[in-house]
C-alpha cells in the first residue's frame, strides 16, 4: 500500500492559517470516515490530534479541525502559533486490517 | 493517565534480531490492540503491524511478513515486536501506540520511542 501524499512544507505567520491536504485512494481515505492526524515535534512521539476525519481529543485546541472531500482530506491550524511548529502526518484505515500513513507535512510558523 | 513505556536502545549487527517491549498502564490492556510503527532518521511513519492482546491474533503490513512477531503478555500488560534478519535500513525509531482498532482506528498514546541501530 502506498504512503498517502501530503505537501513536504507548509507555513504561515502567526494568527494566520494553513491547511495541510492527504491525498490517497478509493480503497483508503475514499473508502472510511477513519482518518486521523498527528503532530510530532522534534525529537518527541507523535500526538494525535484528530480522529475520525473531524473529531478533536479532549485538551487539542479546537484551532485544529479536519475535513474530508472524496479521497482527499484535509487539517486546518487556525490562529497559528508558535508551538505549532512542527510536523504533521494523516492516517487511513485501508481495509483489509491494514493502515497508511501520510509522507508528512513540515509546518513553519 | 494512560502510558506506553518502552525498553531502551539497542545497537544490533546486520542479521541479527531485536525485541522490544512496550509495558502498558492505567487501562484494560485487552481493550485495545498495540500497532507498532517505525521512523527512520528524517524519514515518516511507517506502520508495521497490529496485535489485538485479548486473542494474540496479528496482522502485518506486507514488507515485514515472515520476519516479525508480535506478541502480548496480559499478565503484565506488556507488547512485544521481535524483528528478525536486520538490515542497515531497519534502523529506526520504534514506536509502540494504543490502538483503536475497530472502535474508530487512531492511535492514542504513544509510547516515547525505542531507537534501535542496525551496524557492522
Redesign the interface.
Known amino acids: 500500500?502506498s504512503?498517502l501524499t501530503q505537501p513536504p512544507s507548509a507555513s504561515g505567520s502567526l494568527g494566520q492559517s494553513v491547511t495541510i491536504s492527504c491525498t490517497g485512494t478509493s480503497r483508503d481515505v475514499g473508502a472510511?470516515e477513519?482518518v486521523?492526524w498527528?503532530q510530532q515535534h522534534p525529537g518527541k512521539?507523535?500526538?494525535?490530534i484528530i480522529?475520525?476525519v473531524v473529531k478533536r481529543?479532549s485538551g487539542v485546541p479546537d484551532r485544529f479541525s479536519g475535513s474530508k472531500s472524496g479521497n482527499t482530506a484535509s487539517l486546518t491550524v487556525s490562529g497559528l502559533q508558535a508551538e505549532d511548529e512542527a510536523d504533521y502526518?494523516c492516517?487511513s484505515?485501508g481495509g483489509s486490517?491494514?493502515?497508511?500513513?501520510?509522507?508528512?507535512t513540515k509546518v513553519t510558523v | 493517565q494512560v502510558q506506553l513505556v518502552q525498553s531502551g536502545p539497542e545497537v544490533k549487527k546486520p542479521g541479527a534480531s531485536v525485541k522490544v517491549s512496550c509495558k502498558t498502564s492505567d487501562y484494560t490492556f485487552t481493550n485495545y490492540a498495540i500497532s507498532w510503527v517505525r521512523q527512520a532518521p528524517g524519514q515518516g511513519l511507517e506502520w508495521m503491524g497490529w496485535i489485538t492482546t485479548y486473542n494474540g491474533d496479528t496482522d502485518y503490513a506486507h514488507k515485514f511478513q515472515g520476519r516479525i512477531t508480535m506478541t502480548a503478555d496480559t499478565s503484565t500488560s506488556t507488547a512485544y515486536m521481535d524483528l528478525r534478519s536486520l538490515k542497515s535500513d531497519d534502523t529506526a525509531i520504534y514506536f509502540c501506540v494504543r490502538d483503536f482498532l475497530g472502535q474508530g482506528n487512531w492511535f492514542d498514546p504513544w509510547g516515547q520511542g525505542t531507537l534501535v541501530t542496525v551496524s557492522a
Open positions: 500500500q504512503a472510511y477513519y486521523s498527528y512521539a507523535p500526538k494525535l480522529y475520525e481529543p502526518y492516517n484505515y486490517d491494514n493502515y497508511v500513513f501520510g509522507t508528512g
